[in-house]
């Protein structure tokens, strides 16, 4: 959710400056601006809608500077208006912000008591306020900011530029990410690595509460008792390549076949092939002593969790709570003593998640964390991390770090049973033999892509689509249609085949395709009786299923996908494939934005 970009260069900085705003479309927005210091003045220029609109303005009205602001909005408070974009300026201040200021009603009721003027509905233009005012009242910027933090309550990540001032600028979080690159007489601010990535790849996270001042000499940190501290100095590995779609026509379908590799190189982090084990790395409890789990995530990483769920339960024997994490906090769950929460979250920044983690945190339990970015918030504040390996992901739609976090999850569900003595040598051998299969198997079933293509545009018509499916493929129906959801704007809903009978067969007209998630197996008879039942009252059904349940299936389907035959841990991993791919390709029949579907964003940062 938004983006955040400061530069101190050594040369003109605006177009440096949209680039890396580029670099973070993917996480969402719906306007953009910059901010540029030169000649004594703040020269701003925004827009609303895609970049090339901010590049348009530009290019009629140019933002000379070395230094400069630049950020992607997401809205929040105020609609997505150019008045409503960042930057937000006074005559002295500039700043871009990220996150929410939950306070800040108040606070603008007493600037306004006092004189000051609004241009827009925002909370952020609140806090270039309250700086400036600072600022007019003869205090340095570092003194302003110092004065105005404590102020804010919420969940912020900010970069200020200040009119005086052309050669500094002043970040601060408070439960939004933000780093700091340094370079050869150039220094940065970044929501991300993935901004700075062609700009530096020595770059600082910033801890909780932090504020920096940064100079083109380098960076001056301080915590939030506003004592100066060093923060480590790492290299990225992040390159500029990493946003590049090469032959691809979007991100999400780069992302789509990337998967066997990543899957692959996430689970060499986890399983020594040789001695056919499961590796996790050290941790500093006793996993064997862990008698109940509880899961929190959002959105696709839910559905992850709930997969997880079936393993935990079906493995370890070990009971498994699972809630969304926006919900979590608010029911004021039952947190035994010893128990294991586990947050599951793609950036590790997700705001409602990582307030779950804390409330967890402080009722006492241990803290595991499968996590794509191991820098992040919530993988710093773990007892237990665990790093998937899919690498950046553009596309907002979650595909490949939805696969390598089940990667993740079904390593540990194997570990933890063989902790808890619920599983031999023997059978362990016989798990870790089918995760290395699971990249060549991903691979068999992007396979079918062209088939899948083909047969996009019977849903694309459609207004509503049912996806149908049992055991560990009921999350899968549940993430599959909310993969149509989020990029072909269809509506669509997935449910337990066995509750079809129970209210939504009320749903089933011709018009109304059904996807049945079914391999053959133990469930694939039930399956086919529910599925069997919307044949009967005139439902288009899509069976997504191996050779032989298709064959035993019969006829009367509309359309059949093949994947191919596996065992029934790796399953999940395999059938994402085909929901995945038919999401995007009745997308792009349809004409919408694949990877920046409307109003949605990468990295949820607000409750």
């Known amino acids: 959710m938004c983006g955040i970009i400061g530069i101190i260069g050594k040369d003109?900085?605006?177009?440096?400056?949209?680039?890396?705003?580029?670099?973070?479309?993917?996480?969402?927005?719906?306007?953009a601006g910059v901010c540029t210091v030169e000649g004594g003045q703040l020269i701003r220029r925004r827009a609303e809608g895609k970049l090339a609109n901010l590049v348009k303005e530009l290019a009629g009205n140019p933002a000379p500077g070395t230094v400069g602001i630049a950020h992607t909005r997401w809205a929040t408070h105020g609609a997505p208006t150019t008045s409503n974009a960042h930057p937000h300026a006074t005559a002295e201040v500039a700043l871009v912000h990220n996150g929410i200021i939950e306070n800040f009603k108040p606070l603008r009721e007493g600037l306004q008591a006092r004189g000051r003027t609004f241009e827009s509905e925002t909370d952020t233009e609140v806090v270039a306020h309250l700086v400036s005012e600072q600022v007019e009242a003869g205090k340095s910027p570092t003194e302003a900011v110092q004065a105005i933090l404590p102020a804010l309550r919420g969940a912020?990540?900010?970069?200020?530029?200040?009119?005086?001032?052309?050669d500094l600028l002043i970040g601060a979080r408070l439960?939004?990410?933000?780093?700091?690159?340094?370079?050869?007489?150039?220094?940065?601010?970044?929501?991300d690595a993935l901004a700075l990535a062609p700009l530096t790849q020595r770059i600082a996270y910033l801890d909780e509460g932090d504020w920096v001042v940064i100079t083109r000499d380098g960076a001056q940190i301080f915590d939030s008792e506003n004592n100066p501290v060093e923060r480590e100095v790492t290299t990225s590995g992040v390159t500029a390549a990493a946003?590049?779609?090469?032959?691809?026509?979007?991100?999400?379908?780069?992302?789509?076949?990337?998967?066997?590799?990543?899957?692959?190189?996430?689970?060499?982090?986890?399983?020594?092939?040789?001695?056919?084990t499961v590796a996790l790395p050290q941790m500093d409890f006793d996993l064997s002593a862990i008698d109940r789990i509880t899961i929190v995530a959002c959105g696709t990483s839910f559905y992850a969790g709930m997969v997880a769920k079936y393993w935990f339960e079906t493995f370890a024997r070990v009971p498994v709570d699972i809630d969304v994490a926006s919900e979590f906090r608010y029911r004021d769950p039952v947190l035994q003593p010893g128990g294991l929460a586990l947050f599951i979250s793609q950036s590790g920044e997700t705001a409602d998640t990582l307030a779950a983690l804390r409330h967890c945190k402080a009722n006492g339990q241990t803290i595991a964390v499968v996590v794509n970015v191991p820098t992040s918030s919530m993988a710093r504040e773990a007892d237990l991390l665990l790093p998937t390996h899919a690498g950046p992901e553009i596309g907002v739609a979650s595909t490949k770090a939805f696969t390598c976090q089940l990667a993740v999850l079904a390593a540990l569900a194997a570990h933890l049973a063989l902790k808890k003595g619920k599983l031999s040598a023997a059978e362990e051998r016989e798990i870790v033999k089918h995760l290395v299969e699971a990249p060549a198997a991903l691979n068999a079933a992007l396979a079918h892509d062209e088939d899948i293509a083909a047969m996009a545009h019977l849903i694309a018509p459609a207004r509503d689509v049912l996806y149908l499916g049992r055991g560990p493929d009921y999350p899968l129906a549940l993430e599959g249609a909310l993969k149509l959801k989020e990029i072909s704007y269809i509506h669509a809903e997935g449910y337990a085949s066995g509750e079809m009978k129970h209210g939504p067969i009320a749903l089933i007209d011709e018009a109304v395709p059904v996807i049945v998630l079914a391999p053959s197996g133990p469930l694939f008879e039930k399956t086919v009786s529910n599925m069997q039942e919307v044949m009967a009252r005139g439902g288009k059904v899509v069976l997504i299923s191996d050779a032989d349940g298709i064959a035993e299936a019969g006829d009367g389907c509309m359309a059949t996908i093949e994947m191919p035959k596996v065992h029934p841990l790796i399953a999940p991993l395999v059938y994402a494939v085909p929901v995945q791919l038919l999401a995007y390709h009745v997308a792009v029949a349809k004409g919408t934005d694949v990877d920046q579907p409307r109003n949605l964003a990468k990295s949820v940062t607000v409750e």
């Open 156 to 166: 912020f990540a900010l970069a200020i530029a200040f009119r005086q001032h052309p």
């Open 175 to 191: 439960g939004s990410p933000l780093v700091v690159g340094y370079g050869e007489g150039e220094t940065f601010l970044g929501s």
């Open 243 to 276: 946003v590049e779609k090469g032959n691809y026509r979007h991100f999400m379908q780069k992302e789509i076949f990337e998967q066997p590799t990543v899957v692959a190189q996430t689970l060499s982090s986890y399983i020594r092939p040789l001695e056919q």
């Open 12 to 31: 003109q900085v605006a177009e440096r400056l949209v680039d890396g705003l580029r670099r973070m479309e993917y996480r969402g927005y719906d306007s």
